[in-house]
């Protein structure tokens, strides 16, 4: 059973440019979350999606971000004319529903030059 | 908002000894889950236990909550080389909210 996929695994973008990180989550899992961290931080929650719904958006900018979780294919994580606070580890996990364990991606590196 | 307060930040013991990790929370909870992160790795869960849990044990794990003091405790016993890794307590309060991460305590096991 496949665990939680994140491509790419590193994204250099110059300012300006637009990243989008993919995220499929474990097979039987519809609930997917978006964390972010800085290097020697914690976690900071952004986003919460079921299949086709964001539950939960309140850690995620009022601008350039924007994230989906289509009926089909992976999740998307979408962030707008990059700057260089942008740059950071991008990690996706999934859980089969709320509260539960959570099963993480190996995360994006996002790299803004 | 950051809900758990990892303590120490920073950790170094020997092989064979054992490591405790503390983790204080501000709201109340459901359960409290401790996860583990190696360099450049996703997170990885280590144990959950509900807040009508005192202690659970798991292998060389042992994790306590204390809900009155709002603060858990992760122990690892004989730790390893392999144990060297970045340890998060993650709080889930109710309903549709996601899982709140502390920032963590690095964990250096010495050979």
Same mark, same amino acid.
Request: glycine share 8%; hydrophobic share 30%; proline share 4%.
């Given at each position: 059973?496949?665990?939680?996929?994140?491509?790419?695994?590193?994204?250099?973008?110059?300012?300006?440019?637009?990243? $989008? &990180?993919?995220?499929?989550?474990?097979?039987?899992?519809?609930?997917?979350?978006?964390?972010?961290? &800085?290097?020697?931080?914690?976690?900071?929650?952004?986003?919460?999606? !079921?299949?086709?719904?964001?539950?939960?958006?309140?850690?995620? *900018?009022?601008?350039?971000? /924007?994230?989906?979780? *289509?009926?089909?294919? *992976?999740? %998307?994580?979408? #962030? !707008?004319?990059?700057?260089?606070?942008?740059?950071?580890?991008?990690?996706?996990?999934?859980? *089969? @529903?709320?509260?539960?364990?959570?099963?993480?991606?190996?995360?994006?590196?996002?790299?803004?030059? | 908002?950051?809900?758990?307060?990892?303590?120490?930040?920073?950790?170094? #013991?020997?092989? @064979?000894?054992?490591?405790?990790?503390?983790? =204080?929370?501000?709201? =109340?909870?459901?359960?409290?889950?401790?996860?583990?992160?190696?360099?450049? $790795?996703? &997170?990885?869960?280590? #144990?959950? %236990?509900?807040?009508?849990?005192?202690?659970?044990?798991? @292998?060389?794990?042992?994790?306590?909550?204390?809900?009155?003091?709002?603060?858990?405790?992760?122990?690892?016993?004989? +730790? $390893?080389?392999?144990?060297?890794?970045?340890?998060?307590?993650?709080?889930?309060? /109710?309903?549709?909210?996601?899982?709140?991460? @502390?920032?963590?305590?690095?964990? +250096?096991? %010495?050979?």
């Amino acid at each position: 059973n496949a665990g939680v996929m994140q491509n790419p695994r590193h994204l250099v973008r110059r300012r300006g440019q637009e990243a $989008r &990180l993919r995220c499929s989550p474990m097979k039987g899992h519809s609930h997917v979350y978006w964390y972010r961290q &800085l290097p020697e931080e914690g976690l900071k929650f952004m986003v919460y999606l !079921q299949k086709e719904n964001i539950i939960d958006e309140s850690g995620m *900018p009022k601008e350039r971000f /924007s994230a989906e979780f *289509p009926k089909e294919g *992976p999740s %998307i994580l979408r #962030i !707008q004319q990059v700057v260089r606070g942008d740059s950071a580890a991008y990690f996706c996990a999934s859980s *089969p @529903g709320p509260g539960g364990t959570l099963h993480f991606g190996n995360g994006t590196r996002l790299t803004v030059t | 908002s950051q809900q758990g307060e990892e303590d120490p930040q920073a950790l170094s #013991i020997q092989e @064979g000894e054992n490591a405790t990790m503390n983790c =204080s929370y501000k709201t =109340s909870i459901n359960n409290l889950q401790w996860y583990r992160q190696n360099s450049g $790795r996703g &997170l990885v869960h280590l #144990i959950l %236990i509900r807040s009508n849990e005192r202690e659970k044990h798991s @292998g060389r794990l042992r994790v306590t909550l204390d809900t009155s003091k709002k603060s858990s405790s992760l122990l690892i016993t004989a +730790s $390893r080389a392999a144990d060297t890794a970045s340890y998060f307590c993650a709080t889930f309060s /109710s309903g549709n909210t996601p899982l709140v991460f @502390g920032k963590g305590t690095r964990l +250096s096991v %010495i050979a």
